[in-house]
């Protein structure tokens, strides 16, 4: 498997990871979400490992929020590590390839997720067409699995 070598900032907690991130991370950057017990002191630590280098198929979700209904491009990616097909939010301005964590693994599984520009611009010019259903199930992708939540903390 094609891995990068890359520069993480680890956030550890009596000993437990509670933070990746590829760009500079101050202790004041992990909110309550993040920090579990303002009383134990919180450890960042520069490391370089290899991180997997994955295709994954982009396609655009419609989703239901209190702000109205959203169609975003999300990316699936098969884990390398769990091997479960799981999904992540790409936003404007995301680069190719993106740093994501694999929903079930966390930590323990960090990837580089690459995708195709050209079905992407195509999904773009296809924005304006209404999407086919209100709320598409994200089931039927991926042939199974465990439903994963659509969207999740994401590794700054
Ligand atoms: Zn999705
Ligand atoms: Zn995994």
Redesign the pocket.
Known sequence: MKTVATRILRATQAGETIFISIDDLASDDLDDHYRRDRSIPLTITEERVDIPFIDSEIHMWTSLSEYGETLAPHLHFN?P??N?VHCTDLEDGDPNPRFAV?D??LWE?LVWLNWDENVAQKLKSEQGVAPQSATRSESDFGGGGTPQPESKPRPR
Do not use: W
Request: proline fraction near 0%.
């Open positions: 884990c590590r769990c479960r694999c079930s693994c599984s």
